[in-house]
């Protein structure tokens, strides 16, 4: 075996060493990429999470408000109940849709939750957009709620200082 020899198997050896690490390095790149990327995702998915709970939250404040003056109006006179008729599909309709409403954000809510990494992430950016759209509407519906209770404890109190009723 010749000085050449030695040569080329002593380039072999580096070289399939330069290749074992360029591997490693690769696997690790990948890896920590990986990583990043589902860190990202987890973030991301939180977030979302977080504003979906503030919306089921906006709902049940609005739900709840809305069962306060409901109780309350239940408990006055006929003639204020009569004089207050036209305030019912606050109750009737608009109730049972924030029920439903927030019934609906905590299955979403769980939903999210459950996305995982890979099938999560491809879910994670179609939904988003819609979601959060979804949300902003969220808003608008509590606000237009506390609106329509202020309204009506407006009209409740009118009414009870025209059929000189006093609240008990």
């Given at each position: 075996?010749g000085?050449?020899d030695v040569i080329a198997?002593?380039?072999?050896?580096v070289?399939?060493?330069?290749?074992?690490?360029?591997?490693?390095?690769f696997?690790?790149?990948?890896?920590?990429h990986?990583?990043?990327?589902?860190?990202?995702?987890?973030?991301?998915?939180s977030?979302?999470?977080?504003?979906?709970?503030?919306?089921?939250?906006?709902?049940a404040?609005?739900?709840?408000?809305?069962e306060q003056v409901?109780?309350?109006?239940?408990?006055?006179?006929?003639?204020v109940q009569?004089?207050?008729?036209?305030?019912?599909n606050?109750f009737?309709?608009?109730l049972?849709?924030?029920?439903?409403a927030?019934?609906?954000?905590?299955l979403?809510?769980?939903?999210?939750?459950?996305?995982?990494?890979?099938?999560?992430?491809?879910?994670?950016?179609h939904h988003?957009?819609?979601?959060?759209?979804?949300?902003?509407?969220?808003?608008?519906?509590?606000?237009?709620?506390?609106?329509?209770?202020?309204?009506?404890?407006?009209?409740?109190?009118?009414?009870?200082?025209?059929?000189g009723?006093r609240?008990?």
């Amino acid at each position: 075996m010749g000085n050449s020899d030695v040569i080329a198997v002593l380039a072999l050896v580096v070289s399939l060493a330069s290749a074992y690490i360029s591997y490693r390095a690769f696997t690790h790149s990948v890896s920590v990429h990986e990583l990043e990327s589902t860190l990202a995702f987890e973030k991301d998915k939180s977030e979302l999470l977080m504003h979906v709970e503030q919306s089921r939250n906006l709902f049940a404040s609005a739900r709840r408000e809305i069962e306060q003056v409901q109780f309350v109006l239940s408990h006055e006179p006929s003639v204020v109940q009569d004089a207050l008729r036209n305030y019912d599909n606050l109750f009737t309709e608009f109730l049972p849709r924030l029920v439903g409403a927030e019934r609906q954000a905590g299955l979403l809510w769980d939903e999210i939750h459950e996305w995982r990494d890979k099938s999560g992430r491809s879910a994670f950016a179609h939904h988003t957009p819609r979601f959060r759209s979804l949300i902003e509407n969220d808003r608008i519906a509590h606000e237009s709620a506390l609106f329509c209770v202020g309204e009506l404890r407006a009209q409740l109190a009118r009414a009870r200082d025209e059929f000189g009723n006093r609240p008990r």
